[in-house]
């Protein structure tokens, strides 16, 4: 194949190694998830945030030696309470450690939007630097589809794959990176014979146009 000048790290996180927690790993989870809860709660004085429902695990994904788990909650008000907990995986000789979590609270949910086709959170969690001191943030990317039939959601940058997740019960997790040589990502959803049933920007109408400016 030609040289191509779209340099970036396509596939670069491990694909899901395990099964959605459960047990004492899942309250030790839990335990991290919603102390950053109650973070982004104090970080939020005009939401009624209320009490936290039962977690919804999302897909692991392993980079740059850390897994990230992302997780969201429905709160008894209505507020959902997103995020992650990230930890150095266990090895042979050491169990996981080194646990950090972040959350945040939103009162704009799908249940509100019914035009929305995935639902999406993102977080940065690192950057990639490439060539002609161009810097990609390499992003957490979490969902739900709101349609059916879908198989397999993809990130997209500049009409490049650059990492992809079986849905799992209808979740799924990409690490990806965003916002390189002020190309953005698109989240695609595919179904089983590759056939496109939905596609969502990682930014709201009119963020892109404020990226290009700077």
Avoid at 79 to 95: C, K, N, Y
Avoid at 145 to 163: I, K, R, S
Avoid at 188 to 208: C, F, N, P, Q, V
Wanted: a negative charge; hydrophobic letters at 40%.
């Amino acid at each position: 194949m030609p040289p191509t000048d779209r340099l970036v790290p396509r596939f670069a996180a491990e694909p899901p190694q395990e099964g959605f927690p459960y047990g004492v790993w899942a309250d030790t989870l839990s335990a991290e998830f919603l102390s950053a809860c109650l973070r982004a709660a104090e970080e939020e004085p005009d939401l009624e945030i209320g009490e936290p429902g039962e977690i919804v695990w999302f897909p692991d994904r392993t980079w740059e030696a850390r897994t990230w788990i992302p997780a969201s909650t429905r709160t008894s008000t209505g507020i959902e309470l997103f995020g992650h907990v990230s930890f150095r995986p266990a090895t042979e000789d050491e169990e996981a450690d080194e646990f950090e979590a972040h959350a945040e609270a939103t009162d704009i949910v799908a249940d509100d939007n019914p035009d929305w086709r995935i639902d999406v959170s993102d977080h940065v969690i690192g950057d990639w630097r490439g060539e002609l001191g161009n810097v990609a943030d390499m992003t957490l990317v979490w969902g739900v589809p709101l349609v059916q039939g879908g198989a397999v959601a993809c990130a997209e940058l500049a009409g490049v794959t650059v990492d992809q997740c079986v849905l799992a019960e209808e979740r799924f997790t990409l690490v990806a990176p965003d916002n390189y040589r002020k190309d953005t990502l698109e989240i695609a959803l595919y179904d089983a014979r590759g056939h496109e049933l939905a596609r969502e920007s990682l930014y709201a109408e009119g963020d892109e146009d404020e990226d290009s400016e700077d």
